[in-house]
């Protein structure tokens, strides 16, 4: 890798835990939905139930561990797949008014299953289909979807450029948006840093439902989402290796 560059995460949603659902939660959450999309059509394709036969293939596509696969574990009311990052905000207007928590999931494996298990009512997104990858060599930066695989991403750069790279791990089928969230540990920090020191944009949906930048986030903000506040802490407790912050459009 004889030249350094920059790539970034598109979208990293940044959602947290509601409270406990209703016996009647998952229909009327459903009905929200409807209401929120002026042509339910545009998402409908994008929900999916139990009732579904899509539902189960769609839970299991990104589960590693199989103990998270067992009967016993808690499954989720919906799995909403958006393929846009605008289908996502109505989604979070309803899991709030239905006190359903909402679990992400950002395309790639999560071995402890915290992105699909929950011990109370909770909803899926999925970011899987939010993967598109803009490689810019001239002035290398890149623009990536949060749920696009650390491999996925490696392919896209390698694709435009010999010589450009990526700091980030070397698991291929981890995704972008809990790679960044977590740090990005890589093979190459001592000279390169971890994935989230090239980040130097992002899009987020905030738990207001509000899409963001960089600049209408603010850098406190920016800051926590690149794991500032887990790296820093995990560094000044004397970890080793590169200390870091954490989210997405890189540079090098």
Same mark, same amino acid.
């Given at each position: 890798?004889?030249?350094?560059?920059?790539?970034?995460?598109?979208?990293?949603?940044?959602?947290?835990?509601?409270?406990?659902?209703?016996?009647?939660?998952?229909?009327?959450?459903?009905?929200?939905?409807?209401?929120?999309?002026?042509?339910?059509?545009?998402?409908?394709?994008?929900? =999916?139930?139990?009732?579904?036969? +899509? !539902?189960? %293939?769609?839970?299991? #596509?990104? $589960?590693?561990? *199989?103990?998270?696969?067992?009967?016993?574990?808690?499954?989720?009311?919906?799995?909403?797949?958006?393929?846009?990052?605008?289908?996502?905000?109505?989604?979070?207007?309803?899991?709030?008014?239905?006190?359903?928590?909402?679990?992400?999931?950002?395309?790639? =494996?999560?071995?402890?299953?915290? +992105? !699909?298990? %929950?011990?109370?009512? #909770?909803? $899926?997104?999925? *970011?899987?289909?939010?993967?598109?990858?803009?490689?810019?060599?001239?002035?290398?930066?890149?623009?990536?979807?949060?749920?696009?695989?650390?491999?996925?991403?490696?392919?896209?750069?390698?694709?435009?450029?010999?010589?450009?790279?990526?700091?980030?791990?070397?698991?291929?089928?981890?995704?972008?948006?809990?790679?960044?969230?977590?740090?990005? $540990?890589?093979?190459?920090?001592?000279?390169?840093?971890?994935?989230?020191?090239?980040?130097?944009?992002?899009?987020?949906?905030?738990?207001?439902?509000?899409?963001?930048?960089?600049?209408?986030?603010?850098?406190?903000?920016?800051?926590?989402?690149?794991?500032?506040?887990?790296?820093?802490?995990?560094?000044?407790?004397?970890?080793?290796?590169?200390?870091?912050?954490?989210?997405?459009?890189?540079?090098?």
């Amino acid at each position: 890798m004889k030249s350094s560059t920059t790539f970034t995460t598109l979208i990293l949603l940044t959602i947290t835990s509601f409270s406990r659902a209703s016996s009647s939660s998952t229909e009327n959450f459903l009905e929200c939905l409807s209401k929120q999309f002026i042509k339910y059509s545009s998402i409908s394709n994008d929900v =999916h139930t139990p009732i579904n036969s +899509s !539902y189960s %293939s769609i839970l299991k #596509f990104s $589960i590693q561990n *199989l103990r998270f696969a067992t009967n016993s574990t808690p499954k989720p009311q919906v799995i909403i797949t958006p393929e846009h990052e605008s289908q996502i905000p109505p989604v979070i207007y309803c899991a709030k008014k239905n006190d359903l928590q909402i679990r992400t999931r950002s395309g790639g =494996h999560d071995f402890e299953g915290l +992105s !699909y298990v %929950s011990q109370v009512p #909770f909803v $899926i997104i999925d *970011l899987f289909k939010l993967s598109d990858t803009r490689v810019d060599v001239a002035i290398k930066t890149a623009w990536v979807g949060a749920g696009a695989t650390i491999g996925s991403l490696y392919y896209r750069i390698a694709e435009k450029s010999p010589v450009l790279g990526f700091p980030s791990g070397n698991c291929a089928t981890v995704g972008l948006g809990g790679q960044i969230s977590g740090g990005g $540990i890589g093979l190459m920090p001592r000279k390169y840093g971890l994935a989230v020191d090239t980040v130097v944009d992002a899009r987020i949906v905030d738990v207001n439902s509000r899409i963001l930048d960089r600049k209408s986030m603010g850098e406190d903000l920016f800051w926590a989402i690149r794991s500032g506040g887990f790296w820093r802490n995990h560094c000044m407790e004397g970890a080793t290796g590169g200390c870091s912050e954490n989210s997405h459009c890189f540079q090098y």
